[in-house]
């Protein structure tokens, strides 16, 4: 008598071993699927940058326990605001009324710090670097998805996870006649360096055509960052450092002394693209798209990993192995399309109102933001709220189990 199959474990796969690829893993893992992350790298080595975590991506990641690492690894931001060129403050605000007003403190951390704890929640064997991989077949309710990976293996899947970036080949496989992203008309400088000699305040300033940002890391560190208008493509004559000392020496304390004690290799240089025309859904057939892949979007909000891990989560609560799939895609869908879209939008609104290079517009966009700093700062931050005080659809680990997660977004350290 021969003995009956053993039921197949639900498997997907995910293309992309970045934050929302990782994110993805993790939660679609606590939904019970057996999880293969490809990443085409050879190592995840995260370029030398930032990232700033609001309370909705750190909502997000108590769903899956790393809530509290998180928070223990990253700078809480206490005061913070908007400055002008030559260093007068145009809008202040303070840790507890930010906390008050988003529902919990922004913290800043490395970006190879978050996809460390990230990877470390992932078993051994569940990552695959090296390990470049095309969409071959979205698969459909009667069969499987298909994903090919560079050395010729063909992995079967009820469902894969384009995690791949900006430039997403999955999702030129699934919408062909979409026109994807388009450059946002500037460029981004990153860099980390060594704190100043004295204290700083977290600050951006926004000047003509471009702005710079200042934000201290726990470690002593700053993250500093830059933008202007210029054409895409362009590079500077000589190396990038020189080109901040070109724009931006002539700005106030401490900007001259960060691009001073920057290295020519310590500054990264890319040109901003963002998806002007949103996708009309983030999945088709048995494949979901997360992440930059679905949404990019410039980084004036500092929204781009925290809507990506919004996406995991999101995803992971929707499609269980247990229930219908296709269904659970939908879901995922309705609920990701509208509010990425927004937040795309709103970036881009954001990115036109700090690069604004007519004089009279400047003066007038300054004198704005001063008249609405002294009615209270929660005007100036009262649209950001709509987006960090999102909750995800799922409840997070309760306090004490798991990897400690606390039930919710403190709102003050």
């Given at each position: 008598?021969?003995?009956?199959?053993?039921?197949?474990?639900?498997?997907?796969?995910?293309?992309?071993?970045?934050?929302?690829?990782?994110?993805?893993?993790?939660?679609?893992?606590?939904?019970?699927?057996?999880?293969?992350?490809?990443?085409?790298?050879?190592?995840?080595?995260?370029?030398?940058?930032?990232?700033?975590?609001?309370?909705?991506?750190?909502?997000?990641?108590?769903?899956?326990?790393?809530?509290?690492?998180?928070?223990?690894?990253?700078?809480?931001?206490?005061?913070?605001?908007?400055?002008?060129?030559?260093?007068?403050?145009?809008?202040?605000?303070?840790?507890?009324?930010?906390?008050?007003?988003?529902?919990?403190?922004?913290?800043?951390?490395?970006?190879?710090?978050?996809?460390?704890?990230?990877?470390?929640?992932?078993?051994?064997?569940?990552?695959?670097?090296?390990?470049?991989?095309?969409?071959?077949?979205?698969?459909?309710?009667?069969?499987?998805?298909?994903?090919?990976?560079?050395?010729?293996?063909?992995?079967?899947?009820?469902?894969?996870?384009?995690?791949?970036?900006?430039?997403?080949?999955?999702?030129?496989?699934?919408?062909?006649?979409?026109?994807?992203?388009?450059?946002?008309?500037?460029?981004?400088?990153?860099?980390?360096?060594?704190?100043?000699?004295?204290?700083?305040?977290?600050?951006?300033?926004?000047?003509?055509?471009?702005?710079?940002?200042?934000?201290?890391?726990?470690?002593?560190?700053?993250?500093?960052?830059?933008?202007?208008?210029?054409?895409?493509?362009?590079?500077?004559?000589?190396?990038?450092?020189?080109?901040l000392t070109r724009r931006f020496a002539a700005w106030h304390d401490p900007i001259p002394e960060i691009v001073a004690a920057a290295r020519p290799e310590d500054v990264l240089r890319n040109d901003v693209w963002h998806m002007a025309t949103p996708l009309?859904?983030?999945?088709?057939?048995?494949?979901?798209?997360?992440?930059?892949?679905?949404?990019?979007?410039?980084?004036?909000?500092?929204?781009?990993?925290?809507?990506?891990?919004?996406?995991?989560?999101?995803?992971?609560?929707?499609?269980?192995?247990?229930?219908?799939?296709?269904?659970?895609?939908?879901?995922?869908?309705?609920?990701?399309?509208?509010?990425?879209?927004?937040?795309?939008?709103?970036?881009?609104?954001?990115?036109?109102?700090?690069?604004?290079?007519?004089?009279?517009?400047?003066?007038?966009?300054?004198?704005?933001?001063?008249?609405?700093?002294?009615?209270?700062?929660?005007?100036i931050t009262r649209g950001f709220a709509s987006i960090a005080d999102w909750h995800p659809p799922t409840d997070p680990y309760a306090a004490g189990t798991d990897a400690g997660a606390h039930p919710r977004t403190p709102a003050r350290r």
């Amino acid at each position: 008598m021969s003995r009956a199959a053993e039921p197949r474990e639900p498997r997907a796969v995910v293309v992309g071993g970045g934050i929302g690829g990782l994110t993805t893993a993790l939660a679609l893992r606590r939904s019970g699927w057996r999880v293969t992350v490809l990443e085409r790298a050879a190592s995840l080595e995260p370029v030398g940058s930032g990232i700033g975590l609001a309370p909705n991506a750190q909502r997000a990641l108590d769903v899956l326990g790393l809530g509290d690492g998180v928070r223990e690894l990253a700078a809480w931001q206490g005061g913070a605001g908007l400055r002008t060129p030559n260093g007068r403050w145009l809008v202040r605000t303070t840790s507890d009324a930010t906390a008050r007003r988003f529902g919990g403190a922004l913290v800043l951390l490395h970006r190879a710090t978050l996809v460390d704890l990230l990877v470390g929640a992932l078993p051994g064997d569940c990552l695959r670097t090296g390990a470049a991989a095309r969409l071959a077949d979205a698969g459909g309710p009667d069969r499987p998805a298909v994903v090919t990976t560079a050395d010729g293996d063909d992995l079967e899947a009820d469902l894969v996870v384009g995690a791949d970036g900006i430039n997403s080949a999955v999702r030129a496989t699934l919408f062909p006649e979409h026109p994807g992203p388009v450059y946002t008309g500037f460029t981004a400088w990153r860099l980390i360096v060594p704190a100043p000699r004295r204290p700083l305040e977290p600050h951006e300033t926004w000047g003509r055509g471009g702005l710079w940002g200042t934000q201290p890391l726990k470690d002593g560190r700053v993250y500093a960052y830059a933008t202007a208008l210029v054409p895409p493509g362009g590079r500077a004559p000589d190396d990038e450092r020189a080109e901040l000392t070109r724009r931006f020496a002539a700005w106030h304390d401490p900007i001259p002394e960060i691009v001073a004690a920057a290295r020519p290799e310590d500054v990264l240089r890319n040109d901003v693209w963002h998806m002007a025309t949103p996708l009309p859904a983030h999945h088709r057939g048995r494949v979901a798209l997360v992440g930059d892949a679905a949404h990019a979007m410039a980084p004036t909000l500092g929204q781009g990993g925290n809507q990506a891990i919004e996406d995991g989560v999101v995803l992971g609560h929707h499609a269980r192995p247990a229930d219908d799939l296709f269904a659970g895609l939908a879901a995922y869908s309705a609920a990701r399309v509208p509010r990425t879209t927004a937040v795309v939008r709103r970036a881009a609104r954001t990115a036109r109102l700090n690069h604004l290079s007519n004089g009279v517009l400047l003066a007038a966009r300054d004198t704005a933001l001063r008249a609405l700093s002294l009615l209270g700062p929660h005007l100036i931050t009262r649209g950001f709220a709509s987006i960090a005080d999102w909750h995800p659809p799922t409840d997070p680990y309760a306090a004490g189990t798991d990897a400690g997660a606390h039930p919710r977004t403190p709102a003050r350290r």
